[in-house]
């Protein structure tokens, strides 16, 4: 996707070296994003589930303590806003997960996308466990927003991601790679979500640009 950048570009997907944490898509023009995980203004553990939407019985999502994404100001008084932003949360929370577990299979990471969508986040996942690469470090998750479409059943989510204290980690080597220097660390995402019959709000696409966000 393109989106939140969960898939880098064919491009980005040679630069082992250099991979940022993107997400789900990916803008050709700025592959390779990260992307974030929490919620409210103070993290929670890393590890301990954040709350969701109601609906579905959703799954129990687990990131190490070594990736500390942090979802901030993700909050909204218009409950289906809110719902958006939680199974939005919980979508990018699904994705860094099974990098760090080398699952490209989650049930997690299927539950919050669509058929398509899933394709997408799973080649993401792929650029970097199929290089022995995880990712390390904070990332911050900021300046949310959701516009809501006719209908009740479709949502476009956007918000920015925070680069300059996260990573990638091989696994093999140890060596860490954040950013090449003069790259913007912010990233610009805006993914397209679907309401599903049990009312979780799904992933089908993103669109992301580097240098994109306007604070």
Not at 89 to 103: F, K, M, P, V
Not at 130 to 153: F, H, Q, S
Not at 159 to 177: F, I, M, R
Request: charge should be negative; aromatic fraction near 6%.
């Amino acid at each position: 996707m393109a989106r939140r950048a969960f898939i880098p570009s064919a491009a980005a997907l040679t630069a082992a070296t250099a991979l940022l944490l993107t997400g789900c898509g990916g803008d050709d023009s700025a592959p390779d994003d990260i992307k974030g995980a929490d919620a409210g203004s103070k993290s929670p553990s890393a590890s301990a589930p954040a709350p969701t939407a109601p609906g579905a019985d959703r799954p129990e999502i687990t990131l190490p303590s070594s990736f500390r994404p942090t979802f901030r100001g993700w909050k909204s008084d218009d409950p289906t806003k809110q719902a958006v932003l939680d199974d939005g949360r919980e979508e990018l929370r699904s994705g860094y997960a099974a990098i760090t577990a080398n699952d490209p299979e989650s049930e997690a990471l299927a539950f919050y996308h669509t058929e398509s969508g899933l394709s997408q986040a799973q080649q993401w996942i792929r650029s970097y466990t199929d290089k022995d690469l995880t990712v390390i470090g904070d990332l911050p998750v900021l300046d949310p927003e959701v516009t809501l479409g006719t209908g009740g059943n479709n949502a476009v989510p956007t918000y920015c991601t925070d680069e300059s204290e996260a990573s990638s980690k091989d696994l093999k080597t140890g060596e860490v790679a954040g950013n090449p220097p003069g790259m913007a660390p912010e990233v610009f995402y805006s993914p397209s979500m679907t309401k599903n019959k049990q009312s979780v709000w799904q992933t089908v696409s993103a669109r992301s640009e580097r240098g994109g966000c306007q604070r």
